[in-house]
C-alpha cells in the first residue's frame, strides 16, 4: 500500500506585522490544527486504510467543508491616543519635509561649494 503524498502551502498566511519567530510559532501552530482537522482518503477505495488514512468510519462521518478555511485571526491594532498641543498644531509637516528633501539634495552641492572656498583662499594665500 502507497501512501499519496500530501503537500499543501498555506498562501493565505499574510501575518507580516509580527515578528517572524512568532510569525513562524503562529504558521506552526495553525498547519498543526489544519493537519488534525484533515481527512486523508485511501488512493484505492477497496483496499484496507494505510498509516495516516482515514478509517471507513472517519471517511463516513466526513463533509465537505464550505465557507473560509481557518482564516488568519489578527489581533486588533493597539490605538494610543493624546492631547493635542499648541505646538503640534503649529507643525508645519510638509515644509519641514520640503526644507529636508532640500537639505538631502543640496549636500553635495554645499560640500563641494565649501572645499571650492578653501581651495580658492590657499591659493590667495600662497
Known amino acids: 500500500m502507497t501512501l499519496v503524498p500530501l503537500v499543501f502551502v498555506l498562501f493565505f498566511n499574510t501575518l507580516t506585522s509580527l515578528s517572524s519567530s512568532t510569525c513562524f510559532q503562529t504558521n506552526v501552530a495553525r498547519l498543526n490544527e489544519y493537519k488534525a482537522k484533515l481527512v ?34 489578527k489581533a486588533a491594532p493597539v490605538v494610543e491616543t493624546m ?3 499648541a505646538e503640534m498644531k503649529a507643525f508645519m509637516a510638509h515644509s519641514e519635509l520640503r526644507k529636508a528633501f ?25
Open 40 to 73: 486523508l482518503f485511501p488512493k484505492k477505495k477497496l483496499a484496507k486504510p494505510g498509516k495516516g488514512e482515514a478509517s471507513v468510519a472517519e471517511q463516513s462521518a466526513a463533509t465537505q467543508f464550505v465557507g473560509t478555511v481557518m482564516p488568519v485571526a
Open 83 to 85: 492631547k493635542v498641543t
Open 102 to 126: 532640500t537639505e538631502k539634495r543640496m549636500l553635495g552641492k554645499r560640500i563641494k561649494a565649501v572645499a571650492d572656498r578653501k581651495k580658492a583662499e590657499e591659493e590667495k594665500k600662497k
